[in-house]
């Protein structure tokens, strides 16, 4: 699914099937903890989770952007801290830019207009709510599992030889993250939810978003950093200037 100069494996596979075993560890076994720790609303394990994913993902927009050298396309810049933003806007709402660690009383105007008494956005209206997180769930759809089947299938066809590359969509290390967020939908979708149990599938859900992103983020990282290395050995501008154009590995493998 990934090329060798992309994401470590500890990042794209490791960390959401040990989030599955360590979940389903909890159902089975310790189901008072999961629902005083998992289930405990904004302090739970999953929010904060969610939290520690998207400061990994400011991380590696902040290692892009700080990364020296030439950008193989100028749109890249603008599309890291696009994205880099809006993690550090959902990590400050994710914890009510700290008002759930700090405990400060939210001000009269903003409790009569947010739906739960919160120092934030996404509770006063379904523009900073919704709206977000059904686009960001279209385009895990797209570029994290249709993407992907579709380049898989395609190099399948062609016997190996096509080899699809972009520095946009994303690599094949987001797809298993892309398969369980639909999964958590599935699941919502059959009313798997705290009627039946404590755990919060709602908040999972937006937990894997955040994985989904930080492995977005952390894939064009060390495939751009690849390419800048290869840059290095290369000493004419005009073979500087063919590979900067160049992603430097398969988009999914």
């Known amino acids: 699914m990934k090329s060798r100069d992309d994401i470590p494996h500890g990042y794209w596979l490791v960390m959401p099937l040990a989030t599955v075993v360590c979940l389903i560890g909890v159902i089975l076994f310790y189901p008072a903890w999961g629902f005083n720790h998992i289930n405990a609303d904004e302090l739970g394990v999953v929010e904060n ?19 020296p050298g030439q950008r193989p396309h100028r749109w890249i810049t603008a599309w890291v801290w696009l994205i880099t933003i809006a993690c550090l806007y959902a990590a400050g709402e994710e914890t009510s830019w700290g008002q759930h660690y700090f405990r400060w009383a939210t001000p009269e105007w903003l409790k009569r207009i947010n739906s ?5 956005f996404h509770n006063s209206s379904e523009i900073f709510n919704a709206i977000p997180l059904q686009l960001l769930g279209l385009a895990v759809k797209i570029g994290g599992v249709g993407y992907p089947l579709w380049a898989w299938y395609q190099k399948r066809r062609s ?17 298993i993250t892309a398969v369980l967020i639909q999964l958590v939908q599935i699941m919502r979708g059959f009313r798997f939810s705290r009627e039946a149990t404590w755990l919060p599938l709602g908040e999972l859900k937006d937990y894997f978003f955040y994985l ?15 390419h800048q290395k290869n840059l290095t050995g290369y000493r004419t501008s005009p073979e500087r200037d063919a590979l900067a154009a160049k992603p430097s590995s398969p988009a999914a493998a």
């Open 212 to 226: 989904f992103l930080l492995i977005y983020l952390g894939s064009l990282f060390y495939r751009l950093a690849h």
């Open 116 to 120: 739960q008494g919160e120092t934030n």
């Open 49 to 67: 989770a969610q939290v520690i994913l998207l400061i990994g993902a400011i991380c590696f927009g902040a290692r892009i952007l700080l990364m």
């Open 159 to 175: 016997g190996g030889k096509w080899m699809p590359s972009s520095w946009f969509w994303p690599s094949g290390a987001v797809f």
